[in-house]
Structures are given as C-alpha cells and as structure tokens.
C-alpha cells in the first residue's frame, strides 16, 4: 500500500506503508452477483425512463408524422386558398405540415407551429377530419403502451421502499413486453385516413377535396422516429428485468417482515434451484 508524503521543499513523494498490511478481501460469488444484479437494476432503471420518456412524448405532440401534400402541376397555394377564404389554415392545410394523435400542425406568425385541434368551426358547423379504424386504433395503442410503461416504470421505482424478491422481476418484464407490442403497433398510423387524400373532406362538404391535390403521403417525423427508440427500449427493458436485482430498501415498520436475503434469489441461485 502506497502513501504520499510532502517534503520540506514541497515535493511530493510516494513511499511504502510501513508495518504488515493485509490486502482487502476478495469478494465471494454470491456477492458479486448481487453487485452486478444490482448494477443491472441501475441500468433497468433508467433505460426504463428513457422509454417512457420518448414513448409519451412520441404521441402527445401533434407531428407524430409528417404529411407531405403534392399539388397538380401549375397549382399555386395563395391562389388556390382565395377561393376558401372561410379557412383559416387554408395554406397550412395544402402545404405539408405535421399530424398527430390528438391534432395537426400549423404555423402563426411569426414561423411559430403551434398543435391545431382536427375539430373545428366551418360555415355555422362543428366539423372533424375523416378517422377512421387505423387512426382511432392507433391512437388506442398510443394510450396503452403508455400506461403499461408507467406501471413498470413505477414498480421499479417503488422497489426503494417496498421489498421485491428478484424472482418476482420477471413478472415485470411482462408489462414491457406489452408497452413494446402496443408501442409498435402505433405505426399503422401511417395507414390510416390521415395519411389520404380525403382526410379534411368534411372540412369542405360542398364541394369535396379540391382537385389541386394531387396526392398525399406520410413520412416519419422527430417523433416517430422517437417512438422507435422507444419501442427498442421497452424491448430492452424486458429482457434486463430476469437479470436484475432491486436493491434492499431500510428496514422500517411496514416492511420489517417483508425482508428477504436478497442472496438467495441471485439468478445462479435460482437456476441451481431449476436443476
């Protein structure tokens, strides 16, 4: 063991620890387990609120994607809109702008996007877009995942002061797995109404769509592309939990006969017990 020793000039010098030594002692398996299980549950942790972080703020914006409209040739957005002077996001509506769950993107001035809400008021009407079973399941979807990943994420933290076995983390993995099914199933989105030419038909029930639109398609945003980080981490998440191992929490009034020997449910130990 080695100890640093100023001298009279001021230099520092290393020199040996006099007398017998011992080196500290070598940690068992059992306790390096629980070391690396506990490190696991750390990590657990927080790729668990990285997920639910990216999964809820995916959807609560309105440019879940992004909606790309293409105008017949020699069309013109400020000449076309004079013709519809009752919207007004008319230009919004016939530039490409961003949708969500929720509502769709437009822009104030100045340059400013602001979320819009699909239900709105037109020529002495309340009127709504086309949703269809895509859009309102997806939506669904959305709201799961995100509640299945806050029951998760919660447990987790609540294992500071409630005792959980290590044996009971695979029961965990359960939610994640089902965060990351309906987390995935969100995309089909992309084939819903609002990705069509007709989605804002009923904003114009005269006339039906303008012919100017030629096409309309959808592409993934910052948000979508938030959504499949979140959808790999509940995956993640969901395998972490076999190997990980909550930490003990302080014995207090309500959990004094709650405590277990966090040992014994190492995953060594529970594969010995499956032999």
């Excluded at 790309?68 to 040739?73: G, H, Q, S, T, Y």
């Excluded at 972490?240 to 995953?267: D, L, Y």
Aim: contains cysteine; proline residues 7%; glycine residues 6%.
């Amino acid at each position: 063991i080695l100890y640093y020793v100023v001298t009279p000039d001021r230099k520092v010098t290393m020199r040996g620890m006099r007398g017998n030594a011992s080196p500290p002692p070598e940690l068992t398996l059992s306790q390096k387990q629980l070391a690396v299980g506990q490190c696991n549950f750390l990590l657990l942790f927080i790729m668990s609120t990285a997920a639910i972080a990216c999964g809820m703020a995916a959807t609560a914006y309105c440019n879940f994607m992004n909606r790309n409209v293409k105008l017949v040739d020699g069309a013109d957005v400020e000449s076309l809109c004079s013709n519809y002077t009752e919207f007004v996001t008319c230009e919004d509506m016939f530039n490409n702008h961003g949708v969500g769950f929720w509502g769709w993107q437009i822009t104030v001035p100045i340059d400013t996007l602001v979320c819009y809400p699909y239900t709105i008021w037109i020529n002495g009407a309340y009127r709504t877009p086309t949703l269809d079973t895509k859009f309102n399941s997806a939506r669904a979807f959305s709201t799961t995942a995100s509640f299945f990943g806050l029951l998760a994420f919660f447990t987790l933290g609540f294992a500071g002061c409630c005792p959980i076995p290590q044996s009971r983390m695979k029961c965990i993995s359960i939610y994640f797995l089902i965060a990351f099914f309906f987390q995935a199933m969100t995309f089909i989105f992309k084939q819903s109404s609002a990705c069509q030419k007709d989605f804002f038909a009923p904003y114009f029930p005269l006339q039906g769509v303008p012919d100017e639109i030629e096409s309309v398609s959808c592409s993934l945003s910052r948000y979508s592309n938030m959504a499949i980080a979140a959808t790999v981490l509940y995956w993640v998440c969901a395998g972490m939990c076999s190997r990980a191992i909550p930490p003990q929490p302080a014995p207090t009034v309500f959990n004094q006969g709650q405590q277990q020997p966090q040992q014994e449910e190492t995953p060594a130990a529970n594969e010995e017990e499956q032999a």
